[in-house]
């Protein structure tokens, strides 16, 4: 037995996937991080590393939560917009629009302070915190309509269902129609929890626990309307179907985070480590999984080999029709998943109380990704894939802070690299915001626009054959209290 998996490329950042038959797309797409936080956070791209001050940065370095001098209690909320655009058959058949609306609870965190109380103490702080945060939001939809009679000089014309389902003897390889519509909901987040100290007023030190979970449903709808020709030239025995594959994947795991931040006047240096992520249980339920070797001029091969429910009807000109459905079988498996390691390099100059500026650099190794299974050969054999087509990623984020008085004014940029080789060069991500606070005495309004470009590619009968081009924005607002 092995998968089908409705995912092949991904953009790090907002990963998908289209059909591919190993788990190595689906380890991406578990271990992306879109690099959300607080508002103020987010209007600095998360270049956070070496400032802290933000309950956010936790996520990236422990160290920064000794940074705050108060007791702090913080919400965000966050709406995301994400626009796609379809193209089919290297941009030849179709371009198709579509839009998908998120609203949530993207940011919640807190810190309890304890400042110097013993005179002869090296630590001048210590904080105890939490932070909680949306890392991927999964929710997508697209597709497109390819129409073969009324753009008949369209070189993509390779049919899905040129098999024989009905024993016949006819291959339905002439296509007409194809319509492909892709739906897909979810997330992913952590919730860090941990303990930071500032020592000797320059050394900031850090380590967090991360709880770290996700949940991806995937629904896939294909129908092709397609012909084979008879004895008679002018005649046609004619094809419809339809088929549906749908996968729901959930898993939770866990990491360590060791970080530390060094204050030499200005000037801020930050360095921080966190161990991969293991996922202990991940659950996969799927119509997607089918046996090796089939037959395609067999009922069989409908019912044990091609993935997900289909249903067929064929019409021949003698007005016989012959129908034919799939049982819709769902199975459920269990196996483990251990996510890459992350370095952050940090450096950030801070003018006094008027502004900074903030670089962070992050290294990942997406090719240490590693599936186990005892009982399933075929997800240890994603492993095989892994170390093939993926690489280490760079990210690099760039923010600046101004303030004006009660008002403070950001920027920022990042940058994330694809981690599969198979497309270098291609679907990186860029990311650009912006944003605005306000401080009336101990409470803090923050909010923040951004915007990033990426591009996906899919498999739905060959490599590459369907590219969206993604631009998703996100405003966010920040609630936050100084105790």
């Not at 339905?172 to 500032?198: C, H």
């Not at 320059?202 to 996700?214: C, D, K, P």
């Not at 984020?397 to 403070?408: A, D, H, L, M, P």
């Not at 690299?417 to 915001?433: C, D, I, V, Y």
Request: net charge neutral; aromatic share 16%; glycine share 8%.
């Amino acid at each position: 037995m092995k998968k089908i998996i409705g995912f092949i490329v991904l953009a790090i950042g907002n990963i998908s996937y289209g059909q591919s038959s190993n788990y190595a797309d689906l380890g991406a797409l578990i271990s992306s991080d879109a690099n959300y936080g607080s508002a103020r956070y987010n209007g600095m791209s998360g270049a956070f590393g070496a400032i802290g001050g933000d309950l956010s940065s936790v996520n990236i370095n422990p160290a920064g939560g000794a940074v705050d001098m108060y007791n702090k209690l913080g919400v965000t909320l966050n709406n995301e917009t994400t626009n796609s655009e379809a193209f089919f058959s290297d941009n030849t058949i179709t371009k198709n629009k579509s839009s998908a609306n998120n609203f949530n609870l993207s940011n919640l965190n807190g810190a309890m302070v304890f400042n110097k109380y013993n005179s002869n103490s090296k630590w001048n702080r210590v904080s105890l915190f939490f932070n909680y945060q949306r890392k991927n939001n999964f929710k997508s939809s697209f597709g497109f309509d390819a129409d073969f009679v009324k753009n008949p000089n369209n070189k993509y014309k390779w049919s899905y269902f040129k098999g024989n389902p009905l024993s016949d003897d006819k291959i339905y390889d002439i296509l007409d129609k194809q319509v492909f519509e892709r739906n897909a909901i979810g997330n992913s987040s952590v919730f860090n929890i941990g303990l930071a100290g500032l020592r000797n007023k320059n050394l900031y030190l850090g380590a967090s626990i991360n709880f770290h979970s996700f949940n991806y449903t995937e629904i896939n709808r294909l129908t092709e309307k397609s012909k084979s020709e008879s004895d008679d030239k002018n005649k046609y025995y004619n094809l419809d179907a339809y088929n549906v594959t749908e996968t729901s994947i959930e898993g939770a795991g866990m990491s360590l985070s060791l970080g530390a931040i060094y204050k030499i006047k200005q000037l801020r240096l930050g360095l921080s480590f966190e161990t991969p992520t293991a996922y202990s249980q991940i659950i996969d339920s799927s119509n997607n999984f089918v046996q090796d070797n089939p037959n395609i001029f067999t009922d069989d091969y409908y019912n044990n080999f091609k993935p997900g429910y289909t249903e067929i009807t064929t019409q021949h000109d003698n007005g016989i029709q012959k129908e034919f459905k799939t049982e819709n079988r769902f199975d459920h498996i269990e196996y483990n998943f251990s996510a890459p390691l992350k370095f952050t390099t940090s450096v950030a100059w801070v003018f006094g109380k008027k502004g900074l500026v903030s670089i962070d650099y992050t290294y990942k190794n997406f090719s240490s990704m590693n599936f186990f299974s005892e009982d399933y050969d075929f997800i240890n054999e994603g492993n095989n894939d892994i170390s093939t087509y993926f690489k280490s990623t760079n990210s690099l984020n760039i923010g600046t802070e101004w303030r004006f008085n009660k008002f403070s004014c950001r920027a920022g940029y990042g940058y994330s690299q694809n981690p599969n080789t198979l497309f270098e060069g291609k679907a990186h991500q860029n990311r650009f915001s912006f944003g605005l606070g306000y401080r009336i005495q101990n409470i803090l309004f923050d909010v923040s626009y951004s915007k990033s470009q990426y591009n996906n590619y899919y498999a739905i009968y060959n490599m590459n054959d369907l590219q969206t081009v993604n631009n998703t924005s996100n405003l966010t607002f920040s609630l936050s209290f100084l105790m």
